[in-house]
């Protein structure tokens, strides 16, 4: 298995564009999830999927969207990057959401937005 | 990969001792707490968890001590070594709605030899 794989690693943007992070796992896992991390914070939460075709909003949803058409896949769209979306974001799959404190995370992708 | 952690506290062992960090959590209704361990480059990776009706649980090397009276959290690794040397986080799973994960904002361990 792959586990959680995340393209691209690095990105650099211009405020106003937009882009897609991917994130794919192999692990059939029902639950997936992205979160920002931002130096001297923790992870939090951006959206999450419990399975195809639901997904709903974590702690900081503003300003990305999000879609789950297959059990592998959950992207993660910048509508208009901003500075303040400067960032490296993780994506993470577990089981089910029962089991969210066993969450795989994927590698991360270092975004910049200038 | 990438990992942050520019500002974080840091805990410096020599190799071969006794690390333990500490956490504080919030939520006294979380009824699970978990470890988690990043490496530079790389996505955080579990390491322990704890129930909440529980105050203490061993792993291989690791021991996770739960106090919810004082909200706290702490990990214990026993005899360091230089592949511990990573960033830790203490997460809390919210049992709320969508079992979300609230992190704290993590420690880095140093190990030297």
């Known amino acids: 298995n792959a586990g959680v794989t995340q393209t691209p690693k690095f990105q650099v943007l211009k405020t106003g564009q937009s882009m897609t992070l991917q994130c794919a796992q192999d692990m059939n896992h029902e639950y997936m999830s992205w979160y920002r991390q931002d130096p001297g914070m923790g992870l939090r939460l951006i959206h999450y999927s419990v399975g195809a075709g639901i997904t709903d909003q974590g702690e900081v949803p503003n300003g990305y969207n999000v879609s789950r058409s297959t059990t592998e896949d959950f992207p993660l769209r910048l509508l208009s990057a901003a500075p303040s979306q400067t960032s490296v974001y993780f994506c993470?799959?577990?089981?089910?959401?029962?089991?969210?404190?066993?969450?795989?995370f994927g590698p991360g992708t270092r975004l910049t937005v200038t | 990969g990438e990992s942050v952690g520019l500002h974080l506290p840091t805990l410096s062992v020599q190799e071969g001792d006794n690390s333990i960090i500490n956490c504080a959590y919030s939520?006294?209704?979380?009824?699970?707490f978990i470890w988690y361990k990043q490496e530079s480059g790389k996505g955080p990776q579990f390491i322990i968890d704890?129930?909440?009706?529980?105050d203490k649980r061993q792993g291989q090397r690791v021991t996770v001590l739960l106090n919810k009276t004082v909200k706290h959290l702490s990990l214990q690794i026993a005899a360091t070594q230089p592949g511990d040397s990573a960033v830790y986080f203490c997460?809390?799973?919210?049992?709320?709605?969508?079992?979300?994960?609230?992190f704290g904002a993590g420690t880095r361990l140093a190990v030297h030899p």
């Open positions: 997460a809390e799973k919210d049992p709320g709605g969508y079992n979300k994960l609230i």
């Open positions: 939520n006294s209704a979380s009824d699970y």
């Open positions: 993470a799959s577990s089981y089910s959401t029962a089991t969210v404190n066993e969450q795989y």
């Open positions: 704890i129930r909440s009706n529980m």
